[in-house]
C-alpha cells in the first residue's frame, strides 16, 4: 500500500469516479471521488499533498464497450487527462507509472510523454492476466512540458 511505502510523514492522495468504500481511515491518505479529466482536482490534491507530487500512479481504464471508435475516444481522452495531470501535479525529477491498453492512442501518447522524461519503458507485472494487452509505462526523471 502506497501510504505504508511514504510512511507517517509522507503523503498519498488518489482519484477516482466511485467512492472507496469502506472509507479509508488513515491520516496521510486522501482520496477524492472525482475524475482525473477534472482540473479542479488538481488544487484538492497539491493541497493535501502541500507540494508537487514525487510519483504519480495511474492504474486507470476506460470502460470498454466493445465498440471500437467509441473505446478508443475514451483512451484517447483518458491519455490526455493523464497527460495533463503529469503537468499540474508531478514534480521536476518525479516518477510516473501509467496502465496503458494496447492501442495507438497509447502508443501516441507514449510517443509524446517519453520526451519530458530522462527514461522510459514498457513494463508487464507478472500478476497480469494471460491473454491480457495492459502494460504499464515506468516513466523516471520528470522534465515538466
Known sequence: MAAERVGPSGRVAGVDRAAIDPPLE???VL????DIGDP?????LLGHL?????????DAAPKLTGVRAGDRAQEEALLAAV???????LRSGGLALVKLLDCPEAKAFEARVR????????VRPKASRAGSSE???LARGYRGT
Open 31 to 34: 482520496a477524492v471521488e472525482g
Open 50 to 58: 502541500g507540494r508537487r507530487a514525487d510519483v504519480l500512479l495511474c
Open 40 to 44: 479542479a482536482v488538481y488544487p484538492v
Open 83 to 89: 497527460e495533463a495531470a503529469l503537468a499540474a501535479l
Open 115 to 122: 520526451g519530458s522524461f530522462r527514461e522510459a519503458r514498457r
Open 26 to 28: 488513515l491520516e496521510n
Open 135 to 137: 502494460t504499464y509505462l
